[in-house]
């Protein structure tokens, strides 16, 4: 168990439904990460968070929204939902953005398969 | 443009020998660089990093290596066990981390 939790594990759900997935950071990690990995792709970053604030977003597109919340755990929206997006959703968590030596703590992501 | 490159998508080596990943970058001013281990089902998790200022850092099994001039890292496994079966992937460290696609090592008896 890493620290960061999660949830659902396993989503299912059709074209143009909206979802939300869940993260809860590692005990005392202010910044949270969200990324995308499609079959046989890399990780793709998509927004970090800290401390509640949007702090950088990469390929994240419009119809994706994220937010964190003061007890720090974040929600990653997901709207009018397309076969493409169907991928493996990771969130990450990091106690300080400088230290750059360590990187990350990764929960065990969500499979999202849209139908 | 793809900033990290692994351009090995898989790699079979025989358990106790060594396993080497490779990973080229394009940008001369990243400086801190990672390696994770990705098991089917898990995220991934946290290997070994480098810093710019160093050309190689070991941990047990695990060393890296730094070619700063030639923008090139590797991961020397040795000797590799089959435990070590898992996707790899390498990492530059900047405001985020810029992952590459991976390869996958399968180590077999």
């Known amino acids: 168990d890493s620290g960061v939790t999660q949830t659902p594990k396993h989503l299912i759900t059709a074209t143009g439904q909206r979802v939300t997935l869940r993260c809860s950071p590692r005990s005392g990690d202010l910044s949270v990460y969200w990324y995308q990995q499609s079959l046989d792709q890399g990780l793709q970053f998509l927004i970090h968070?800290?401390?509640?604030?949007?702090?950088a977003k990469g390929n994240i597109l419009e119809r994706f929204s994220a937010q964190q919340f003061p007890d720090l755990h974040s929600e990653l929206n997901l709207s009018s939902l397309e076969l493409g997006d169907s991928a493996l959703y990771f969130c990450?968590?990091?106690?300080?953005?400088?230290?750059?030596?360590?990187?990350?703590?990764f929960g065990s992501g969500t499979r999202l398969t849209v139908v | 443009d793809q900033q990290v490159k692994q351009n090995s998508p898989s790699l079979s080596v025989q358990e106790g020998r060594i396993s080497i990943l490779n990973c080229d970058y394009t940008?001369?001013?990243?400086?801190?660089f990672l390696w994770y281990k990705k098991y089917p089902a898990e995220g991934p998790t946290f290997l070994i990093s480098?810093?710019?200022?160093?050309d190689k850092n070991e941990d047990g099994r695990f060393t890296v290596f730094l070619n700063k001039s030639a923008k090139h890292l590797s991961l020397h496994i040795v000797p590799s066990q089959p435990g070590d079966s898992a996707v790899y992937f390498c990492?530059?460290?900047?405001?985020?981390?810029?992952f590459g696609t991976g390869t996958r090592l399968q180590v077999f008896p």
């Open positions: 940008n001369s001013m990243f400086d801190y």
């Open positions: 990450a968590s990091s106690v300080d953005v400088r230290d750059r030596a360590f990187g990350y703590t």
């Open positions: 968070y800290y401390n509640g604030e949007e702090r």
């Open positions: 990492a530059v460290n900047t405001d985020k981390l810029i």
């Open positions: 480098i810093s710019s200022i160093k």
